[in-house]
């Protein structure tokens, strides 16, 4: 029941922006924390960013260097990732993620290239 749907990604040139939504079902959103993990083909799924269930606490890849912001929406169940100042090796396949009751749950991945 529990499910996660990311949306937003796209094509855009190296210095662009672009904004994720993940837009989750099947839990009490505002009881748990949330996160952005990316993977680029053929690589390993990375770590982006996370944020507390209230929004009060966010972590954040060092490699994003301020780049990237997460926040979320507890009255609409979305969680966002605001992505400025895009380069080249953003590109990747970014989900979204979330543990209940121990078990972790996954988004089907949104597209995110960054190209000249």
């Known amino acids: 029941q529990v499910q996660l749907v990311e949306s937003g990604g796209g094509l855009v040139q190296p210095g662009g922006s672009l904004r994720l939504s993940c837009v989750a079902s099947g839990f009490v959103f505002r009881l748990y924390s949330l996160s952005w993990y990316r993977q680029a083909p053929g690589k390993a799924r990375d770590f982006v960013a996370s944020i507390s269930n209230g929004g009060g606490a966010t972590n954040y890849a060092d490699s994003i260097k301020g780049r990237f912001t997460i926040s979320r929406d507890n009255v609409k169940n979305t969680v966002y990732l605001q992505m400025n100042g895009l380069q080249p090796e953003d590109t ?11 078990f972790g749950y996954w988004g089907q991945g949104t597209q995110v290239t960054v190209s000249s």
């Open 92 to 102: 990747a396949v970014y989900f979204c993620n979330v543990h209940v009751l121990g």
